[in-house]
């Protein structure tokens, strides 16, 4: 008995109304068949990136997330369910289950792992292209650098309250996250997170579906076609504008596109971590050198938790967790001993 041979057309019935589309085909899709995406978190716009690439007929997918799923999770992180919440599982691995029901001729790799300048390369090193799905600039920076080292796209998406944006980076032809914020990223406590400033899940979907829109024309072979803007979107009030990145000065100055100085994945510019002996501490020091408006910080925490602030430091008291945050920057998470999980704990409610 001989194996039957399958046609393109019959391997890719199940993405007929997307290969219908012109600007895709069945060569377009066998390109996404035979591309890999590493995304890097696995959370509000991680897993709606995963839903979208799996569905679409990405041929494999690698989750890489520090995270175990949360009951305040599930108003907007579309891939987990109440199973997940009582079972404690990790992000990357929920996920990876669910998408694999959704599509079972998709390859996803699951990465329970924090994303450092120690492991970052080796990654990603086989994606095609990153999709940014992380809360904090520090990772983003990381991606920027190690993706302009490799040559690999990525597409950065941030959200908060009804607001997102979205920019895609392909090294040697668009503006880089660099050259858009070439003094790195603002201070801790500078902008409100999504613990302190709220986060509606209708803007993660659109933010998602705008990087998933640029990673497929990428992908299927149309990356002359992708957008040279950042993309801001106001849902809230239906308000939509673009900033045109090709004229920014940074451009042909750049320190990590033009220069190749590649100071975040060096480990030069991370977050340096040490645990405090005896003090169920760890101690944070910010490399962005940069001073903390502890008012300002004041103000943001004040729904969140308790808030105690005198010239000198700021105290922020939640369940059996606190961190205290000084002008220059240092914070220090008491409560664990784990330098991940202080690390996370300061980016969901100050920042980094």
């Known amino acids: 008995m001989t194996d039957q041979v399958v046609s393109t057309e019959e391997r ?75 079972e404690h599982m990790p992000k990357a691995v929920a996920a990876a289950n669910k998408l694999q029901a959704i599509n079972s001729e998709i390859k996803i790799v699951p990465v329970v792992a924090d994303l450092s300048f120690e492991n970052i390369e080796s990654l990603v090193d086989q994606a095609d292209l990153v999709l940014d799905g992380t809360d904090n600039f520090e990772t983003r920076f990381l991606i920027n650098d190690v993706c302009c080292k490799l040559g690999t796209p990525w597409v950065f998406g941030g959200c908060l309250g009804a607001e997102g944006q979205s920019m895609t980076i392909v090294p040697g032809v668009t503006a ?33 579906s705008i990087q998933v829109a640029e990673t497929i024309k990428i992908l299927s072979g149309n990356r002359d076609e992708v957008s040279q803007n950042l993309t801001v979107v106001d849902l809230w009030n239906l308000k939509f504008r673009t900033v045109n990145l090709a004229k920014l000065p940074m451009k042909k100055t750049c ?64 369940d059996n967790f606190s961190i205290t945050i000084f002008p220059d920057g240092r914070a220090i998470v008491t409560g664990t001993e784990d330098p991940v999980q202080a690390k996370a704990l300061l980016t969901q409610y100050i920042g980094a």
């Open 176 to 208: 880089c996250f660099a050259c858009l914020m070439p003094e790195g990223p603002p201070a801790a406590g500078a902008m409100p997170t999504c613990d302190s400033g709220g986060i509606l899940g209708t803007v993660i979907q659109a933010i998602s």
């Open 12 to 86: 890719f019935a199940r993405y007929r109304r997307q290969t219908v589309y012109g600007k895709i085909g069945q060569a377009g899709q066998l390109k996404l068949s035979q591309s890999t995406v590493a995304i890097c978190g696995c959370g509000a716009l991680g897993t709606a990136h995963a839903n979208l690439l799996v569905r679409a007929g990405v041929g494999r997918v690698i989750l890489i997330d520090r995270d175990f799923v949360d009951l305040s999770n599930l108003q907007r992180q579309s891939l987990f369910d109440e199973q997940d919440v009582r």
């Open 255 to 318: 320190r990590v596109c033009v220069e190749g100085q590649f100071d975040w994945l060096n480990g030069q510019r991370a977050t340096v971590a040490h645990v405090m002996c005896g003090r169920n501490s760890v101690q944070l020091a910010s490399m962005t050198k940069q001073a903390v408006d502890l008012v300002r910080l004041e103000a943001q925490l004040q729904s969140c938790g308790e808030v105690l602030r005198n010239n000198y430091l700021l105290r922020f008291q939640k």
